[in-house]
């Protein structure tokens, strides 16, 4: 079953919100269409993009970096920014920080949702029963995809999305 959750301002941004309002893979940049269809890869247990695969384990990241989980790790390892990605225009201010206009961070979000539903389908391929967590923000500095295995007693963010005041927060739950 899929699940799109997001904060007001989001589903504001993002109304109406249909199957053509995400971009449809034809417009994904060259070098996003190189990560998607590199793939998804499990190692000891975490999901990640196997563009983004490192020599080391995850059990040693996670030591490293003092993370709680897999979960964590996984946000860590299978995140990447959006206007990297996306044909957005970012200012930079006097004082060196990025600046996206609301309508191209919506743009980010819509890349977003293309992104989430490339990558559910890739997990379930290879790994079916799996349930994924896609989560995809945008605000004026930045848009953010980052995605993780749904475990119990595991979560990255907070549950009330409207807790995030600053960032248009969009998940997407793949669960069998």
Known sequence: MLT????ESAAAALQPLRPAAA???AELHD?????LSRGVVESEGALIFAAHRS??????AIARMGWPDLTHYECQVNS???EDHAPVEVTLLEDGQPQISHADQ???LRLGLAVADAVCGLVRAPIPGTPIRCI??????NGVFRF???RSGERWGVHDLDQYRLDMVVTVDDQP
């Open 106 to 108: 919506v743009t980010l």
């Open 31 to 35: 070098d996003l269409r190189d990560k």
């Open 80 to 82: 990447f920014h959006l």
């Open 136 to 141: 995809i923000s945008a605000n004026d500095t």
């Open 23 to 25: 971009l449809p893979a």
């Open 148 to 150: 993780h295995r749904i």
């Open 55 to 60: 020599s080391g384990s995850p059990t040693a």
């Open 4 to 7: 799109i959750s997001m904060n």
